[in-house]
């Protein structure tokens, strides 16, 4: 092995390192060591002139390796890599010692810390010695996206990706996209129609020439990597054709079987054979298998006659999976609002006028069951109760976070209370009101003027007396419990993750976090990116938000989506598995140890023999190193954390200096 | 007083910290519910004095300490997982540690240091109940019957214990009594914030039920008595049972079948330490269910809902002076306007203050309160 020109650089990180390494007494040290042929420091190396000096250094010294002792690789390796490569060196011949988190932060004697220093930047020395050049690699990128989930999240997402001029899938569960959203009869702070400001947009979707939308889809499977999956999709049968159908409603008339309407939040019935809404899209009726006669008993089929001359339903339509190769994926699954019958002793499910949130926009709205009338029971209540935080900000249902919206959607619910019913006795039980986005304090301080009685607790149970419902709680102002009487008990429920997107995540190999949202890749700076390559988030499966920033957001991950596209290429990773096919024994171990499919056995060249060895799909392989830990006879090494590599270290880290 | 850090262990223990103050411990304490706005039992209030003063000169100015039952709703409704009911055993230790308490509470813990329960009643009175009875030693049998201080020495209740020896004899279960060797379980004890005499009796009922190797499974009268073998025994070996989990699996396996007609309306009053502090809302209801003729109701507030008798926690020795109202009272004015022959209960506790109730109120006649065992040992 030719002796190799080794710089190293070594950063004060202003006084993060300094004040507790000595750096000079560092520097002396590292001049020492074998193979250093230079060994500087510098207040800060990651800003420009300390990157000059590395690159100078390079050119003037014709150093071939380089060692940076600083911070965590995490952050400044793409840096120092950059640097090299601009100096014509392989930014793979670079090691980093991380002498602030691991010795100036966390030793309070600079003694300490600087002998912990010295070993790891000998470990780091020793190395990168022993480091070979690693090729970058690219392959190309299928350009077209696919979005999961056509609420407003997904909606704005697969609009913006289409409008920049790539293909896009959009796949909604359900028969018509539009969401929660569409649910909600006014938005806050403005008060603007929310069908009314999302109906155009769901129009875009369907009219727009780069969108394909599979409704009533579901993904199933994801295979590839960022640039190249392969997306399998089980399109549900609707048994009606969404390309004939002119969802003129003759057919639905015949239909005799009442299904619950989940549009309306299950508080009408509609028919077997339903739109979900009018402003559904696709416009097209669908048929609910798990109610239709034909569909359960094998008899009926009086739609198919009424439609004889459209010829748009087929009661034999099959469900059918199809394939698609897409570049880059957005997730946005959304939210399922939380289930009030988890908190027994507020009454839902027991009193039929204590309802949830959503419940209420579906009353208040002029295309609820109630044509937007406010009456319960048939009669209009006189007296209103809200109750804030059910569901969230409660370890008792595993729901520790605050779910955002509910604040505002009460105080929303309030004024609407209000404009109906200008009598009504309005009372808001809360623990805090969280009115945080841009016009919600304002609106928030409207609504308390419009006679809306906040009383700082909340409600512990609703009981009957006679014909009132009897909200127990404390004002903690004023330190006595209260029994508010109602005749309207709105549940403020919080968000949770869509029952579906667990079983997605785990197809995508996406991490959640605590709240069991979808984990993002850095909580600041990479907001809408995942662990996983070319997938984004956009949207309430992130975590509980509100629509102007579920909209940023879409806006965000579609900017992100893109960038792959509009590169056409995508690098793979550059450390992976190699194989020693002459060592390998064949066993499979690493078969089975790889998380992401990259290694199987094949049929390997040895000279003029063949041999069956361990191939390794290097596009595939993240370089987690699970292989080569369980591989016995030492024939998958990870490039660039070898054994050889790695007992040098070992070896450095164990020496007194 | 205490020092910084220990008083800050000593709130990170009882997870004071994360108190949002938000009032749901209050508006759920049914003791809130019966004593006045002038005197008012807060927990939520208490909790914040708690986390802003020391505990011992706190604990010596908070009379009201003794009205809290202990039913556990607090705890239960608590958003943050907070334990306020722990709160108030922890500063009655305090006092009981101080030697300042009522006298009623003095001799309650002076009786268990000598006659190992806490009547005052010398241990050989705990054969009355069993008088006439030919039962064999509990360590002859799989099952003990543990039937418990109150209902071995109090007259209305025996009939309680002596209907559980009938239904187990009907359903021909071997199964033996401690008798005049039984000792008291603890609950309340340890309730009253002595813990010192409740780990006493851990350990000798620990030692006289491991002592017994026959011993597989252990029935309860009291959900109180199940309550604290069941979470406050770790060294346990037997599966302890509160009779309505015992008999509701005999009757899910056919062993046990009411027969005879018991044509009454019956509303069923959930005991706190089976329903809201262990979660059985079920069992009773299926062993009442299962009765031919029987008109069951429930009470508006039922299960997680339910009203406390005021009766655990110490609470059968001291009274709350000047109260309003008598939740037991509510409770029995319910069940007489939803036109109940019955109020069926699972717990000694229950029976006895709803029964005081009924006849505070002159109700006799009008209702009855019966325990769930003498109602299906009319059965069958």
């Known amino acids: ?95 980093m010692a991380n002498i602030r988190e691991q010795c100036a932060w966390v030793h309070k004697d600079a003694d300490v810390a600087t002998a912990k220093a010295k ?130 409603g003759s057919c639905a008339k015949y239909c005799a079987i009442a299904i619950k309407d989940s549009f309306n939040a299950g508080l009408s019935k509609l028919q077997a054979l339903h739109i979900p809404f009018p402003q559904a899209i696709p416009a097209a009726y669908v048929i609910d298998p798990l109610a239709c006669r034909y569909t359960r008993e094998g008899t009926c089929r009086q739609c198919e006659q009424v439609c004889k001359d459209l010829n748009a339903i087929n009661l034999d339509m099959q469900e059918h999976s199809i394939e ?14 939380f289930d009030a019958n988890r908190k027994p002793e507020l009454g839902y499910g027991r009193y039929e006028n204590v309802i949830t949130g959503m419940e209420f926009e579906r009353i208040v709205s002029a295309s609820g069951p109630n044509q937007g009338q406010l009456l319960i029971n048939g009669k209009k209540p006189k007296e209103v109760v809200f109750i804030q935080c059910v569901g969230s900000r409660d370890k008792t249902v595993g729901n520790e976070y605050c779910s955002r919206v509910c604040c505002m959607y009460t105080a929303k619910h309030a004024h609407l209370v209000r404009e109906k019913l200008p009598d009504a006795k309005i009372t808001i039980f809360y623990i805090d009101v969280r009115a945080f986005g841009k016009g919600y304090e304002e609106f928030y301080d409207r609504v308390k003027g419009e006679e809306v009685y906040y009383r700082r607790g909340n409600v512990s149970e609703v009981y009957r007396k006679g014909d009132k419902l009897i909200c127990r709680g404390e004002d903690t102002l004023l330190g006595q419990a209260l029994e508010v009487p109602a005749d309207l008990v709105v549940l403020a429920v919080g968000l949770e993750p869509s029952p579906g997107a667990r079983e997605l995540g785990q197809l995508l190999k996406l991490s959640k976090s605590p709240d069991g949202f979808f984990l993002e890749g850095h909580p600041k700076l990479r907001p809408v990116e995942t662990g996983s390559d070319g997938v984004f988030l956009a949207g309430c499966c992130q975590g509980p938000k509100d629509i102007p920033d579920t909209v940023a957001q879409a806006g965000a991950a579609a900017a992100k989506a893109i960038i792959p596209l509009a590169q056409g290429m995508v690098k ?13 024994r064949a066993c499979g171990y690493c078969v089975d140890a790889c998380p992401y499919d990259a290694i199987a056995l094949g049929e390997v060249r040895l000279g003029r023999a063949t041999k069956t060895a361990a191939v390794v799909n290097e596009v595939l392989c993240k370089s987690c190193g699970a292989c080569s830990a369980v591989c016995l006879s030492g024939a998958i090494q990870q490039s660039g954390f070898t054994d050889d590599q790695l007992l040098a270290v070992i070896g450095a880290i164990g020496k007194e200096y | ?68 039952t202990t039913c556990g709703t607090c705890s239960l ?131 006289l039920f491991n002592g017994c190797e026959n011993i597989r499974q252990v029935m309860t009268l009291s959900p109180h008595c199940w309550n604290t073998f069941r979470n406050e025994y770790p060294g346990l070996k037997a599966e302890v049972l509160h009779y309505s989990i015992f008999l509701a699996r005999q009757l899910a396996s056919g062993a046990l079948k009411p027969a005879k007609e018991f044509a009454k309306r019956v509303v069923y009053h959930d005991p706190c330490f089976l329903g809201k502090q262990n979660e059985i809302y079920d069992e009773p209801r299926a062993l009442l269910k299962s009765i031919p003729g029987i008109d069951f109701v429930e009470f508006d507030r039922n299960r997680e809902n339910s009203l406390c008798c005021e ?30 022959d019955v109020i069926a209960v699972a717990c000694p506790f229950c029976l006895l203050t709803l029964e005081d109730a009924v006849k505070a109120m002159d109700l006799e006649g009008k209702v009855q309160v019966m325990d769930i065992l003498e109602i299906i040992n009319t059965t069958i």
Not at chain 1, 177 to 197: E, N, R, V, W, Y
Not at chain 1, 324 to 337: K, Q, R, S, Y
Not at chain 2, 23 to 52: H, M, S, W
Not at chain 2, 86 to 106: K, Q
């Open chain 1, 324 to 337: 698609l190769d897409v570049g880059t994926m957005i997730m946005a699954t959304g939210f399922e609002p």
């Open chain 2, 311 to 340: 009766g655990g926690g110490g609470r059968m020795w001291i009274e709350i002076e000047h109260a309003p109202e008598r939740l037991a009272n509510i409770r029995v004015r319910d069940a007489v306007e939803m036109g109940a």
């Open chain 2, 77 to 207: 409704r608590c958003p943050k997982d907070i334990k306020p009911r722990d709160v108030v055993m922890n500063l009655r230790s305090i006092l009981v540690e101080d030697g300042t308490l009522p006298p009623a509470i003095r001799d309650v813990l002076k009786s268990i240091s000598i006659n190992y329960n806490p009547w005052s009643l010398g241990k050989e009175k705990r054969a009355e109940w069993y008088k006439g009875l030919e039962l064999k030693d509990a360590s002859e049998a799989e099952l003990c019957l543990y039937v418990g201080c109150t209902p071995a020495f109090d007259s209305r209740l025996q009939k309680l214990a002596r209907s559980a020896v009938a239904i187990l004899q009907k359903l021909g279960i071997d199964f033996g009594i401690f008798g005049t060797e039984e000792i008291c379980c603890g609950n309340e004890i340890r309730r009253l914030g002595d813990t010192w005499s409740f780990d006493a009796l851990r350990e000798a009922n620990t030692e």
């Open chain 2, 1 to 68: 007083m205490q020092d910084a850090y220990e008083r800050c262990v000593y709130l990170e223990r009882l997870g004071l910290f994360g108190c949002v103050q938000c009032g749901k411990c209050t508006a759920g304490c049914p003791i809130n519910y019966v004593t006045t706005q002038e005197e008012p039992f807060n927990i939520r209030r208490l909790v914040y004095d708690v986390l802003n003063a020391p505990g011992e000169e706190l604990a010596s100015e908070k009379h009201f300490l003794w009205q809290c």
């Open chain 1, 1 to 95: 092995m030719a002796s190799k020109r080794i710089g190293v650089y070594i950063c004060h990180c202003g006084v993060n390192i300094a004040q507790n390494v000595r750096i000079d007494d560092l520097r002396a040290f590292a001049a020492g060591l074998p193979g250093v042929r230079v060994a500087q420091n510098y207040m800060y190396m990651c800003s420009e002139p300390g990157q000059e000096m590395i690159r100078k250094d390079i050119a003037e010294n014709r150093l071939d390796r380089i060692v940076v002792v600083a911070c965590s690789p995490r952050m400044h390796e793409p840096t120092f890599r950059n640097a090299m490569k601009s100096a014509g060196l392989n930014p793979y011949c670079l090691e």
């Open chain 1, 572 to 584: 793979t990773e550059t450390m992976v598995a190699r194989v020693r096919a002459e060592a390998c």
């Open chain 1, 119 to 248: 070993s790891l930047l000998a470990a780091a020395v020793t190395k990168v010695s022993l480091l070979e050049p690693l090729e970058e690699r690219e392959v190309p990128v299928t350009k077209t996206a696919m979005v999961i989930g056509g609420g407003i999240a997904g909606i704005q997402a697969a609009l913006d990706i289409a409008d920049s001029g790539f293909k896009t899938y959009l796949v909604e569960k359900d028969a018509s996209i539009g969401g929660h959203m569409m649910q909600l009869d006014k938005t806050f702070p403005t008060l603007d129609c929310s069908a009314c400001i999302l109906t155009p947009k769901m129009a875009d979707i369907k009219n727009h020439p780069n969108i394909e939308l599979l409704a009533y889809s579901e993904v199933t499977d994801v295979k590839g990597f960022v640039g190249n999956f392969k997306v399998t999709v089980k399109r549900k049968p609707r048994y009606i054709d969404e390309n004939i159908c002119n969802a003129c």
